[in-house]
């Protein structure tokens, strides 16, 4: 859902916040129409887990647009995140602190490195192919070339992680070795006691 409203304007110039904030903005609070602007304004990125404050905060570095990490204020987001966690999120500015946007996919090391080799090689297309202005070629700016890569691959973050989901629920259980190799066996054993004893 939060793909689908952020997504660029239609040819008319409005995403489906803009039309809903025309219409029924009036509802809302002066929080919400904020929150709702920050939503249609936001990306999708690739953080690590820096420093976690279970019910409190946690500290994040985005992977994709470099920069120094920043602290998002979350209760029930920061439950079960551990350091160097990797997780896709959208990440906006409220009342002077960050906060994460309500979705938090969780994706392992394996399917992150996968994901950033899909962004590494659409950032190299997108350097290839400048865009045109006045009949000229033009390099975007750094920032807006991270925007237009985070925009055309948002798809990829949850197809990933739903391809190395998959495979982790197919793959076999994996096998249980002691130290020496050996393969754990599980047994069971009695001991008799006298009912004085018990």
């Given amino acids: 859902f939060e793909d689908f409203v952020s997504r660029d304007p239609a040819p008319d110039g ?14 809302e609070g002066v929080h919400g129409r904020r929150y709702l602007q920050q939503l249609r304004d936001s990306v999708l990125s690739l953080y690590e887990v820096v ?4 019910g ?36 906006l500015k409220s009342e ?6 309500g979705g938090i996919l969780p994706l392992g090391q394996e399917s992150a490195q996968s994901l950033l080799r899909v962004l590494n090689d659409t ?3 997108l350097t290839k192919a400048p865009s045109r202005v006045a009949g000229r070629q033009a390099t975007p700016p750094p920032e807006a070339l991270d925007r237009q ?17 998959l495979e982790r629920l197919h793959a076999p259980p994996p096998e249980m070795v002691n130290s020496d190799g050996e393969a754990l ?14």
């Fill in 56 to 91: 409190r905060y946690c500290d994040v570095r985005d992977l994709v647009r470099d920069g120094e990490p920043v602290r998002v204020h979350e209760h029930m987001g920061t439950q079960n995140l551990v350091r160097w966690d990797r997780i896709a999120a959208r990440v």
């Fill in 96 to 101: 002077g602190q960050y906060i994460f946007s």
């Fill in 149 to 165: 890569l985070l925009q055309e691959t948002c798809p990829a973050f949850p197809w990933i992680w739903l391809m190395h989901t």
């Fill in 14 to 27: 409005e995403n489906l916040i803009d039309d809903y904030l025309k219409r029924r903005g009036w509802r």
């Fill in 123 to 125: 950032r190299k297309k």
């Fill in 185 to 198: 066996v599980f047994t069971e054993s009695r001991f008799p006691f006298d009912e004085k004893d018990r």
């Fill in 51 to 54: 420093e976690v404050s279970r």
